[in-house]
Each structure stands twice: as structure tokens, then as C-alpha cells.
């Protein structure tokens, strides 16, 4: 089934969040595809539906209404061949307060059943290539959000996944994390790693994203690279884009 190039195939895909007040349509009828060893990214505002994407695609919520498929594995069929080929780096840091960023790194690293020197040397390259060595060696209670947002990173692609899920990678780092992260994340090209990511940073949207998909309210409303958007919208940058068509901007009331 890999041979396919397409890495992620979306159909159609809805999202309703039924709640005792409201009925949230959190994503109504998107379909998009991402091609293998491409950056993809997920533009849009607060509850967009963003994340409500990646959660699907992941095998963490199930759709309302339609289909989505990794490498050609349906992940509502065949969530477990999906999930071999995923490394997820979620909004919501998930690591030990009590273990250090390396523990972290190491325990991650357990639970896939990698072998322990592999493990080792995976978290020295990772650490290395990510200026995180002097942060790895304390407890994680005392890290700041950028170097939280690191280790997650990190966690998210010890097992070296074919397919990255980064759910807003670089929220918190100061602007030298941030530009060494997305160098780190555009390397991932070279070793022909396909990236989802979600992002409200149009910055890093445009430094690091092949295409776009633009969303809102539930609504994909447009798709292509960050140049061919910024030609369609006669705009300058993907901020103005979003302007042009939403009549807002991205970050409004963030
Ligand atoms: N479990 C849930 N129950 C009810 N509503 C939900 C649930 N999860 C998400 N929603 C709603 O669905 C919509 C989309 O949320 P989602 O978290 O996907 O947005 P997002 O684009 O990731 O936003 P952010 O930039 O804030 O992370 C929002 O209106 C949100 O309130
Ligand atoms: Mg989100």
C-alpha cells in the first residue's frame, strides 16, 4: 500500500461536538490530500478545527461523517497499521513534571519497544540537533513552555515516524527556538518525512509549509502553497490572504 504517494487522504470529513448548550459543528465537510514528503499546513484561527483534524486522523476521536486514509489505511478500518506509521506531537504537552527531558525522551522511547541503545543514540542526535542538552538533564517541572514544546517535539518523533502530526509545534519558544525548530522540522524533507501541522503563526506558516490549507469556523477555505495563495489574493503575506477572504485577521482576539 505505500507506494502510494499520497501519505494522507481526507474525504469529506465532519465533526459535530454535541454539548448540553450547543451543538458545535467543529468541522463541517473538509477534504484535502497530502502528498508524501511534503510540509502541509493547517492555517486558522482559535477552534478553527484544527486540532479536531489531527484527532481524527490519529484515531483519537471518530468522525461524524467521512473518511480518511494514511498511506491507503482507513483510520477508522485499519487504525493500527495507521498508527505504525505516525508520530504525534500534541497541543497539550504530554510529559512527567518528576522525570527529566531526557527520562521523558527515554520513556517514550520504552513504550514503542525500541531497543535501549537505539533509544540512546536517537535521543543524542534529537538533543544534539535541537540545542537541548542542558535543558534534557533537568526535571521538566521547571521548564518553561517553549522548552516544554521542544521536549514534546522530540518525544513525537522517537520512534522515527514516516508521518508527523505537529499540533501547534512552537507555541511558547523565544524567536531563536523557534527559527532553530523549524530548521529542524524542514530538514525532516530531506529524510522524506511527510508533516502535518497546524499552526496561527503565519510566519511559520509561510517559512516552512509547501502548501496550506486554510481554515475557519469548520470550513477549508482555500488550499495551495503559500506563494500561489499570496498571488491568488493579491496580499503580500498569508495575514493578508486570510483578510481577504475572512474579512479578519488570523490572530484577532488571541
Ligand atoms: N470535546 C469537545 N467538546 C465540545 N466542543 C469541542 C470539543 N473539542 C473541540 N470543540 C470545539 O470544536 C471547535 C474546534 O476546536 P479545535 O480544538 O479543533 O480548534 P483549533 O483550530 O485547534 O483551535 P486552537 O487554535 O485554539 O487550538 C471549537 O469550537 C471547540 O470549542
Ligand atoms: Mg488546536
Same mark, same amino acid.
Given at each position: 500500500?505505500? %507506494?502510494?504517494?499520497?501519505?494522507?487522504?481526507?474525504? $469529506?470529513?465532519?465533526?459535530?461536538?454535541?454539548?448540553?448548550?450547543?451543538?458545535?459543528?467543529?468541522?463541517?465537510?473538509? @477534504?484535502?490530500?497530502? &502528498?508524501?514528503?511534503?510540509?502541509?499546513?493547517?492555517?486558522?484561527?482559535?477552534?478553527?478545527?484544527?486540532?479536531?483534524?489531527?484527532?481524527?486522523?490519529? +484515531?483519537? #476521536?471518530?468522525?461524524?461523517? +467521512?473518511?480518511?486514509?494514511?498511506? *491507503?489505511?482507513? #483510520? %477508522?478500518?485499519?487504525?493500527?497499521?495507521?498508527? /505504525?506509521?505516525?508520530?504525534?506531537?500534541? %497541543?497539550?504537552?504530554?510529559?512527567?513534571?518528576?522525570?527529566?527531558?531526557?527520562? $521523558?525522551?527515554?520513556?517514550?522511547? $520504552?513504550?514503542? @519497544?525500541?531497543?535501549?541503545?537505539?533509544?540512546?543514540?536517537?535521543?543524542?542526535?534529537?538533543?544534539?540537533?535541537?540545542?537541548?542538552?542542558?535543558?534534557? &538533564?533537568?526535571?521538566?517541572?521547571?521548564?518553561?513552555? +517553549?522548552?516544554? @514544546? %521542544?521536549?514534546?517535539?522530540? #518525544? @513525537?518523533?522517537?520512534?522515527?515516524? &514516516?508521518?508527523?502530526?505537529?499540533?501547534?509545534?512552537?507555541? *511558547?519558544?523565544?524567536?531563536?527556538?523557534?527559527?532553530?525548530?523549524?530548521?529542524?522540522?524542514?530538514?525532516?524533507? $530531506?529524510?522524506? &518525512?511527510?508533516?502535518?501541522?497546524?499552526?496561527?503563526?503565519?510566519?511559520?506558516? /509561510?517559512?516552512?509549509?509547501?502548501?496550506?490549507?486554510?481554515?475557519?469556523?469548520?470550513?477549508?477555505?482555500?488550499?495551495?502553497?503559500?506563494?500561489?495563495?499570496?498571488?491568488?489574493? /493579491?496580499?503580500?503575506?498569508?495575514?493578508?490572504?486570510?483578510?481577504?477572504?475572512?474579512?479578519?485577521?488570523?490572530?484577532?482576539?488571541?
Amino acid at each position: 500500500m505505500e %507506494q502510494n504517494n499520497i501519505a494522507i487522504e481526507v474525504r $469529506n470529513l465532519k465533526k459535530h461536538f454535541r454539548t448540553k448548550l450547543e451543538n458545535v459543528k467543529a468541522l463541517d465537510d473538509i @477534504s484535502f490530500n497530502v &502528498k508524501s514528503g511534503e510540509i502541509f499546513g493547517l492555517l486558522g484561527p482559535n477552534g478553527a478545527g484544527k486540532t479536531t483534524t489531527i484527532n481524527i486522523l490519529i +484515531g483519537l #476521536i471518530k468522525p461524524t461523517d +467521512g473518511s480518511a486514509t494514511i498511506y *491507503g489505511y482507513d #483510520i %477508522q478500518d485499519h487504525i493500527s497499521k495507521a498508527k /505504525e506509521l505516525i508520530g504525534v506531537c500534541p %497541543q497539550e504537552h504530554a510529559v512527567f513534571k518528576f522525570l527529566s527531558g531526557r527520562e $521523558n525522551i527515554e520513556l517514550f522511547g $520504552n513504550l514503542y @519497544s525500541m531497543p535501549k541503545d537505539k533509544i540512546k543514540k536517537r535521543a543524542d542526535e534529537l538533543i544534539d540537533k535541537l540545542n537541548f542538552s542542558n535543558a534534557s &538533564k533537568h526535571k521538566t517541572k521547571g521548564y518553561s513552555g +517553549g522548552m516544554l @514544546s %521542544q521536549l514534546n517535539l522530540i #518525544i @513525537s518523533i522517537i520512534n522515527n515516524p &514516516k508521518i508527523i502530526f505537529l499540533d501547534e509545534p512552537t507555541v *511558547g519558544m523565544d524567536p531563536r527556538a523557534r527559527r532553530k525548530t523549524w530548521e529542524f522540522i524542514g530538514n525532516f524533507k $530531506n529524510e522524506r &518525512k511527510t508533516v502535518l501541522l497546524t499552526t496561527h503563526y503565519i510566519e511559520e506558516a /509561510e517559512a516552512l509549509c509547501d502548501r496550506v490549507a486554510i481554515i475557519d469556523y469548520g470550513e477549508l477555505l482555500d488550499i495551495g502553497s503559500p506563494k500561489d495563495l499570496m498571488k491568488k489574493y /493579491e496580499s503580500d503575506n498569508l495575514e493578508d490572504v486570510f483578510m481577504n477572504i475572512t474579512g479578519r485577521k488570523i490572530m484577532e482576539g488571541m
